[in-house]
């Protein structure tokens, strides 16, 4: 029998979703077939979500709670998939904590007033969810009244916020915000308490507005080697996945190239470790050992590969998963946009039925 850890507190006071597959899988407990989502599996791929772009901005989507329920509920429909990722993006929260910032199409966002030194980072104020994006959590609520497989939250991690703070945007080599943390150690101390603060707060305000599971997305963390790590970010990390335990719900705990942070990401405290696809999934679990489950890993750009290339990769992740509960089944990072959508419904419905053929073939 799987063990249920989800506090009576979160399964009294939100709606529970019919298909727990991906929670049980999170949970590391038995599931009769691998669960699957894809990350940023609503997007730029989607027809109906370009049509929606036309009209409104990418962040007045994430404003207007019935839009960003559209948007969420979308994949759900169209894919099949097993849980659903709350349509946001990670600078809302930076956003509401009193710092200009921008989306442009093609680029990313974009802070034209960069934290550089101790003084800007006075500029970060807390987050109060309530009062601050009250429209996320009326997206969650909506949301969950909808569906039925569970709704991830999400934040950014500290360290991923800060790049585009420090940078002012995208950037390849994270110079401006490693420097900062060699520089001006104390800025940056500050300048990741104040993020890790307002990210628990963000999470924890997700959960109790009905998200089932929480995911940071530490995307760009790979740019550091592991003392770096060590030193400049898991303090930050670590109290965000202490302070949400007690909430009772999976925590996810994902970043891109960091095959070599991997050990340090789970000792952060997170359920769940989301891996990308520079490290096979066996090699993956072998490093992370048997106290946590795994999320990925499929190159994304194999969607765009011939099928039978496909599906031999999508079998190769399953195998490499092994026969161990706690595999999610998920891309090593965003769909892109030149993926087809019927090629995410195929590989949904292969990653379904090959792992329930591989539980009963299983010794
Ligand atoms: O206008 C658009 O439609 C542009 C594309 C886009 C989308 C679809 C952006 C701009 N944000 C989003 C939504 C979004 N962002 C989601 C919800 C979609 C889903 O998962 O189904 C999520 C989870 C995010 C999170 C996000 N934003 C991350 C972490 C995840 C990741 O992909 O690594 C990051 C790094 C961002 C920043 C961001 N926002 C947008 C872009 C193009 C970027 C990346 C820019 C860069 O390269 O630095």
New binding site residues.
């Given amino acids: 029998m799987s063990r249920s850890i989800r506090s009576p507190y979160h399964e009294a006071l939100v709606p529970q979703p019919s298909n727990d597959l991906f929670l049980r899988a999170c949970r590391r407990g038995p599931t009769e077939r691998t669960p699957v989502w ?7 791929y989607q027809r109906e ?2 049509a929606l ?1 036309k009209r409104f ?2 962040l007045e ?2 404003r207007t709670p019935e839009l960003a329920t559209q ?2 509920l979308l ?1 759900v429909r169209q894919l099949g998939v097993d849980a ?8 809302v929260p930076i956003a509401a904590m009193g710092i200009d910032v921008r ?1 442009e ?5 974009l802070v034209d007033e960069p934290l550089r030194t101790s003084s800007d980072v006075g500029r970060l104020r807390p987050l109060e969810p309530e009062r601050d994006v009250p429209f996320v959590l009326e997206a969650v609520r909506m949301s969950v009244r909808e569906l039925n497989v569970p709704l991830i939250g ?1 934040a ?1 991690a500290p360290f ?1 916020l800060a ?2 703070l420090v940078e002012g ?3 390849r080599t994270f110079t401006r915000t490693k420097a900062l943390m060699f520089e001006d150690p104390a800025a940056w101390r500050n300048l990741m308490q104040r993020l890790g603060a307002a990210v628990l707060a963000y999470a924890r305000a997700q959960v109790e507005a009905g998200a089932s599971a929480v ?1 940071v ?1 530490d ?2 963390v790979g740019a550091l080697g592991p003392e770096d790590y060590r030193e400049q970010v898991l303090p930050f990390v670590r109290p965000i996945f202490e302070g949400l335990a007690g909430l009772g719900v999976p925590l996810i705990h ?1 970043g ?1 190239g960091t095959s070599e942070l991997l050990e340090l990401m789970r000792d952060a405290g997170a359920d769940v470790v989301g891996v990308d696809w520079r490290i096979p999934l066996d090699r993956a679990r072998e490093r992370l050992g048997p106290g946590v489950a795994v999320q990925g890993n499929l190159d994304p750009a194999v969607l765009l590969a011939p099928w039978d290339v496909l599906e031999r990769r999508v079998r190769d992740v399953l195998l490499r998963a092994g026969d161990r509960p706690g595999h999610v089944f998920n891309l090593g ?3 892109l ?1 030149e993926t087809a959508p019927g090629t995410l419904r195929r590989v949904t419905e292969l990653v379904h039925e090959a792992s329930a053929r591989q539980r009963v073939e299983a010794p």
Avoid at 84 to 91: G, K
């Fill in positions: 894809f990350m940023r599996q609503a997007g730029r979500y370009q772009r901005g990418i989507i994430c948007v969420t994949p659903a990722i709350l349509f946001s993006d990670i600078v989306i199409e093609g680029r990313g966002p999400f950014g991923t790049s585009y945007g995208p950037s995911q997305f995307s760009w994902f891109v990072h965003g769909v946009p």
